[in-house]
């Protein structure tokens, strides 16, 4: 018995009764067939349907040779009748975003008569990829055109076509569809085959926008939310820059400033920030304590190191080494004359993990170990 389809006629049922045909242990959980489904199976780019049978959670819906099966995490009594319920806000978010997809695939046919070549919509967002290119300017005018077909409230209506009218009317093809035909309409807007269940008219979208595209395999792929999906983001959205608005004292319209004023300020800040750290390096190596070989620099660069070390074996002679914390370790240079110099690195390297190198009067790289170890090593 083939299980009868209820959200080909009517994609608004959320709760139903059925008979449990049959319940098969399946590799993770059951697989149920019932005599009829509200349950949409993945298929056409949609997920599965979730929701309850007999209060045991469905995860999966699919159709195999023609047969729809609900995989369930617990068995059912075959021969009852079972109580159904749909996850319905999580489908009816699919069937807003589905059906935009199928007004900005049918104007963008219309107008560019690029095809779409594939077409996926998860729990979030769409995606979906023509074989052609836009320009920002084309990319908006279709947003705009798709959002007044929404707000036109056309109306979306599913049908088997007889023999005669498959042969008569045109309608977009998407690949991968199988069997007898279904076609969905979208009043003054699109025909096109698909099996999945979309909104009875096109206002109960909301609103369509895209949020960005990419070029790949010769074409474009469009990301769009639409719907409940849209809300969420632009609540997610609105909530960030409010928080963002607070930190910056700025206000909404103003944010874009406020935020490059920071950052120009915050590169003023460092620059003087290492003009100081400099300066202070100097005064280090005016008052260094002749008796030591070291120096820990905190927060110092590789600029700054080399400085200090330099600095340090120019006025007082032998092997000096400027350290600073690093992800490692810490980092180290290590200035000297040539002979010298690498009697001590390659007594550094005896004691501690050393990466890195160097040449003539230099060696520098990083310490892979405890900083205090390091400190302790070097006496500073
Ligand atoms: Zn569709």
Redesign the pocket.
């Known amino acids: 018995m083939i299980t009868k389809k209820l959200y080909e006629k009517d994609a608004y049922i959320s709760k139903f009764n059925a008979a449990v045909l049959s319940c098969d242990k399946a590799e993770n959980g059951y697989r149920i067939k019932l005599d009829k489904t509200a349950f949409f199976p993945e298929g056409?780019?949609?997920p599965a349907d979730t929701g309850t049978i007999s209060g045991v959670n469905v995860f999966d819906v699919q159709i195999e040779n023609d047969e729809i099966f609900h995989y369930t995490e617990k068995p059912l009594e075959t021969g009852v009748t079972a109580s159904c319920n749909l996850d319905f806000d999580r489908r009816y978010s699919f069937m807003q975003n589905?059906t935009a997809?199928?007004i900005v695939s049918g104007l963008v046919f219309k107008e560019y008569g690029y095809n779409n070549i594939g077409f996926h919509l998860n729990e979030s967002e769409v995606t979906f990829d023509f074989n052609g290119f836009f320009t920002e300017e084309q990319l908006k005018k279709l947003e705009y055109e798709a959002n007044k077909r929404v707000w036109r409230n056309l109306s979306v209506t599913a049908f088997y076509p007889s023999s005669d009218e498959s042969v008569t009317t045109s309608y977009r093809a998407?690949s991968g569809i199988n069997g007898k035909i279904r076609l969905?309409k979208i009043e003054d807007t699109d025909i096109?085959a698909?099996?999945?269940p979309?909104v009875n008219s096109t206002g109960e979208i909301g609103i369509i926008k895209f949020l960005n595209t990419e070029k790949q395999h010769g074409g474009t792929r469009i990301f769009m939310k639409c719907g409940t999906f849209a809300l969420d983001d632009y609540r997610r959205k609105n909530s960030d820059i409010k928080a963002i608005c607070g930190m910056l004292s700025a206000k909404t319209e103003n944010l874009k400033d406020a935020v490059v004023a920071q950052s120009k300020r915050l590169e003023s800040e460092k620059a003087a920030a290492k003009a100081l750290r400099s300066e202070l390096i100097n005064y280090k190596i005016k008052l260094f304590d002749k008796t030591k070989h070291a120096i820990y620099l905190n927060g110092a660069d590789i600029k700054q190191l080399q400085m200090a070390a330099d600095g340090l074996h120019k006025a007082y002679g032998g092997v000096k080494t400027a350290l600073c914390e690093n992800e490692n370790g810490c980092a180290f240079v290590m200035c000297g004359d040539t002979g010298e110099l690498e009697t001590e690195f390659k007594k550094l390297k005896d004691a501690f993990a050393v990466r890195g190198g160097g040449r003539d009067k230099i060696r520098q790289g990083s310490i892979i170990a405890e900083v205090e170890e390091i400190k302790q090593y070097f006496e500073v």
């Open positions: 056409g780019g949609q589905h997809e199928h998407k969905v096109c698909c099996c999945a979309h």
